[in-house]
Nanobody, 127 residues
Framework: QVQLVASGGGLVQAGGSLRLSCAIS????????VGWFRQAPGKEREFVAA????????TYADSVRGRFTISSDNAKNTVYLQMNSLQPQDTAVYSC????????????????????WGQGTQVTVSS
């Protein structure tokens, strides 16, 4: 069983930065991907960013590309999401997720590709 714990959310002013962490335990995700998704009130869950753990390949939603950076620390089994130039529209609950099998880059952008989800961390950006 894979467990993911997301942390690092908070309240920040527009233009500010936050770094989210996703600590993974239960199984070494050496061959897997880890994705970040977000869900704002009244909206559907949307893809934010994902990283292929072994190869380091990354993919981003158009809305965050150039502002957010996803990275991994293999020694700590942790994936990070550095969020810069935050805007009020980035306000949401951010969750990290991992699949049960290796998946391709395109599948990394789809929530149904993931089997394990963390509890989410709230990010609020004030204007």
């Amino acid at each position: 069983q894979v467990q993911l714990v997301a942390s690092g959310g908070g309240l920040v002013q527009a233009g500010g930065s936050l770094r989210l962490s996703c600590a993974i335990s239960g199984r070494t995700p050496s061959s897997y991907s880890v994705g970040w998704f977000r869900q704002a009130p009244g909206k559907e869950r949307e893809f934010v960013a994902a990283i292929n753990w072994s190869g380091g390949g990354t993919t981003y939603a158009d809305s965050v590309r150039g502002r957010f950076t996803i990275s991994s620390d293999n020694a700590k089994n942790t994936v990070y999401l550095q969020m810069n130039s935050l805007q009020p529209q980035d306000t949401a609950v951010y969750s990290c997720a991992a699949p049960s099998l290796g998946i391709c880059m395109m599948a990394m952008r789809v929530s149904s590709s993931y089997s394990y989800w963390g509890q989410g961390t709230q990010v609020t950006v004030s204007s």
